[in-house]
């Protein structure tokens, strides 16, 4: 079940921890991916903290595999929180992982710009912690109309026109 779009109060706290040396390459990846929190979160009644590791291919491919049962590295994983007790204070909604080489091979192939993919792959884990899914075709075309929107919210390009999608993105 996924929450109702709202207004926000307040944004969620967002720790960034990068794991990688690979992410030096990109100086704006830490503000890219404040900005895509910030911007999902406006439209969303979330409150609590997102916590984010920039890694590389070999550390989300052992959490792949540990956590999904699929021993190759992906783009993005999402780890939402246990639901919060009613009435308590903000909590933890989530981690999102995001491996460096596999979204610079998908910018590569797909002629992406790298900030625009990083902060597309923040959104859509941003909205699968908030309890978002693309398990079947209307969930994910509710997602990836919400994920345009936001998109747009950040005047930065819609990804579902700026290529043929496959439906199935590798990722949580």
């Known amino acids: 079940m996924r929450p109702s779009l709202g207004r926000r109060a307040l944004a969620p706290a967002i720790d960034i921890q990068v794991a990688s040396k690979l ?3 990109q100086p704006q990846a830490e ?12 439209l969303s009644t979330a409150d609590g903290e997102v916590s984010i590791l920039l890694t590389d291919d070999k550390a989300i491919r052992a959490l792949n595999r540990d956590w999904r049962g699929i021993d190759k590295a992906t783009n993005v994983l999402s780890f939402p929180a246990p639901a919060a007790t009613p009435g308590a204070p903000p ?7 995001m491996a460096y080489e596999t979204l610079a091979q998908e910018c590569d192939r797909q ?11 923040t959104v859509h884990g941003f909205l699968h912690l908030i ?20 998109m747009a919210r950040m005047n930065l390009p819609d990804p579902y026109l700026a290529r043929d999608l496959d439906r199935d993105l590798g990722h949580v």
């Open 23 to 25: 992410w030096q390459a």
């Open 31 to 42: 503000q890219t991916v404040r900005a895509a929190i910030a911007a999902a979160a406006a």
């Open 91 to 97: 909590k933890m909604l989530g981690d999102i992982v």
């Open 111 to 121: 002629d992406r710009v790298f900030l625009h993919h990083l902060a597309h792959l």
């Open 131 to 150: 309890g978002y899914d693309h398990q079947t075709d209307a969930q994910a075309d509710a997602m990836e109309g919400l994920e345009s929107k936001i």
